[in-house]
């Protein structure tokens, strides 16, 4: 079962800015189409971003574009989310998700493996 891990969740003010990282365990990413997702407290995970093998095509939801940025280094193995003007809504636990089948879109069914998640609290 192929696995990935979330790092780089923690507390941060409104307005402020956090880098999420995803690295999988025990395979490599390159093959992988890579998606965040967030998910608040009584709501629907949201697809936020996604990005296909070779980092060429990414697409963002309307409400991160132009704050958040996904990115790829597949010599180091990772994906990064880097998030910027945090507000309130950030407040979720966010995952990373991987597919071999890039349907350039961020549904959460396109995705066939998925991180533990990672808790992301925007607060003064």
């Known amino acids: 079962q192929l696995q990935l891990v979330e790092f780089g969740g923690g507390l941060v003010q409104p307005g402020g800015a956090l880098r999420l990282s995803c690295a999988p365990s025990?395979?490599?990413?390159?093959?992988?189409?890579i998606a965040w997702f967030r998910q608040a407290p009584g709501k629907e995970r949201e697809g936020l971003s996604c990005?296909?093998?070779?980092?060429?095509?990414?697409n963002y939801a309307a409400s991160v574009k132009v704050r958040f940025t996904i990115s790829r280094d597949n010599a180091k193995n990772t994906v990064n989310l880097e998030m910027s003007r945090l507000t309130l809504e950030g407040t979720a636990v966010y995952y990373c998700?991987?597919?071999?089948?890039?349907?350039?879109?961020?549904?959460?069914?396109?995705?066939?493996?998925w991180g533990q998640g990672t808790q992301v609290t925007v607060s003064s």
């Open positions: 025990g395979f490599t990413l390159r093959n992988y189409a």
């Open positions: 998700a991987a597919t071999q089948f890039f349907l350039y879109d961020r549904r959460r069914s396109s995705y066939n493996y």
């Open positions: 990005i296909s093998t070779n980092g060429g095509t990414t």
